[in-house]
């Protein structure tokens, strides 16, 4: 069944939650007296079971190693910092309840936002209620519909966020000498996904390709073959799939077993950048063209490198992705960027720090520079497109902590090599 979030479906979770029996239902600003006399507390929920799961388990690892670090300097303005986090199950359904809960219950100074899209989504409306500033983990276009202008996006999607997953991959295709004509569009009915073909069908009319293919399929789909042969059928010469991590995987693993050949296939696909799904796939992943936020090239480890020798030595005993790539690291980073901002504002009012977070800049261990801009995008898009290549099923932990089965395509400045075109050239 597919579940679509509206703004009356949100409205209507909130309703829920505020009349649950195991919610408090004070509101106003009685419900957010604070103590200065102890910690600051932080709350948020997080994908730690579910599909989601495996990259929500690396942001958390990344939040408690920013909380040791403050604490073990002094604490924030002078106090110590308590996480205060909650399971939600990779279930946007569970999330209202979570952030009321957090807000009335636990009383909670500040939030800050789950994992992904789907889950920020619904959270957004509770915290809109609340006036408290809000920092979203990787939402696409979370607040395009809301506003609100206490919300700040921690994903590098810049300006145009629905656009900037597969520009990279149509920027490359666009190069290419004949240049392909024709697209299929293959994405999941949810948040993530539907905002995302919105962005590739946006840039298909930019840079002049013809559409022969656009649909989606339900997010419980397990068997991917109906849809890749319906592709082959319209020979398309890009294929780009918009999709959450199981679906990822299911999507690759037929188009390899049914031999689907496009010139370049791959574009928004949630969950490769995890080191279980890398690992799953291996060399399946060969000729791939997938967006990354951020990759361990020389130039992008260098003010992340610390971080990343302590979340790999935590990484076994937490049962998390051992390498901390994709979400570990900016787990670590919307956290710097709330320190910041209540260091600048010198204070944890909601206002102060919003007004502060709009009118400076912030530099974190992933990236430098971000300004908040329209509905709280950044300024500047931060976006990667990288090939798969070079692959084979003896590939391991050694060979994911590294760049020699990746290149960088766009943008220019980290771009670290060129594309094997066509795709097939890259299957070896």
Avoid at 225 to 244: E, G, H, K, W
Avoid at 245 to 252: A, E, Q, R, T, Y
Wanted: net charge neutral; charged share 20%.
């Amino acid at each position: 069944m597919t579940h679509r979030i509206t703004r009356r479906d949100l409205n209507a979770g909130i309703g829920a939650a505020l009349l649950s029996p195991a919610v408090s239902p004070a509101l106003g600003s009685a419900a957010f007296a604070q103590d200065a006399s102890g910690p600051i507390k932080i709350g948020f929920s997080m994908a730690l079971t579910g599909p989601l799961a495996a990259n929500g388990k690396q942001a958390l690892l990344g939040a408690k190693i920013w909380q040791d670090e403050i604490n073990s300097k002094g604490g924030l303005i002078g106090r110590q910092v308590q996480l205060v986090n909650y399971d939600d199950q990779s279930n946007p359904q569970t999330v209202p309840g979570i952030y009321t809960k957090l807000l009335d219950v636990d009383k909670c100074d500040l939030v800050v936002g789950p994992y992904a899209t789907n889950m920020v989504a619904p959270a957004i409306p509770v915290v809109m209620q609340k006036g408290k500033t809000f920092i979203g983990l990787f939402a696409l276009d979370a607040n395009g519909e809301f506003h609100y202008p206490k919300y700040f996006s921690m994903l590098p999607s810049g300006p145009t966020p629905k656009e900037s997953f597969t520009e990279g991959f149509f920027q490359v295709a666009t190069a290419q000498n004949p240049k392909p004509q024709t697209v299929a569009i293959a994405a999941e009915d949810a948040e993530f996904s539907r905002n995302a073909a919105e962005g590739a069908r946006n840039n298909v009319k930019t840079y002049g390709f013809k559409s022969v293919y656009d649909k989606t399929y339900p997010p419980n789909t397990t068997d991917f073959s109906p849809i890749v042969r319906a592709i082959q059928a319209t020979n398309p010469d890009l294929v780009v799939f918009c999709s959450y991590p199981l679906s990822s995987v299911g999507l690759i693993q037929s188009a390899n077993e049914l031999g689907l050949k496009p010139k370049m296939m791959g574009g928004a696909m949630v969950g490769l950048q995890a080191t279980a799904f890398k690992d799953k796939l291996k060399s399946k992943l060969n000729g791939i063209v997938n967006y990354e936020t951020w990759v361990p090239s020389t130039k992008l480890m260098a003010p992340a490198a610390d971080f990343f020798k302590k979340y790999q030595a935590r990484a076994a005993g937490e049962g998390v992705d051992p390498l901390g790539y994709y979400l570990g690291g900016w787990g670590y980073a919307y956290l710097q960027v709330l320190q910041q901002a209540v260091e600048g504002a010198k204070s944890i009012n909601d206002d102060k720090i919003a007004d502060y977070m709009r009118s400076h800049a912030f530099t974190t261990i992933m990236v430098a520079d971000v300004k908040f801009g329209k509905n709280g995008e950044w300024t500047k898009s931060g976006m990667l497109q990288v090939q798969y290549h070079d692959l084979t099923d003896g590939a391991n932990l050694e060979t994911w902590r590294g760049m020699s089965y990746q290149t960088v395509l766009t943008p220019a400045d980290v771009k670290t090599g060129n594309i094997i075109y066509p795709y097939e050239k890259a299957l070896g």
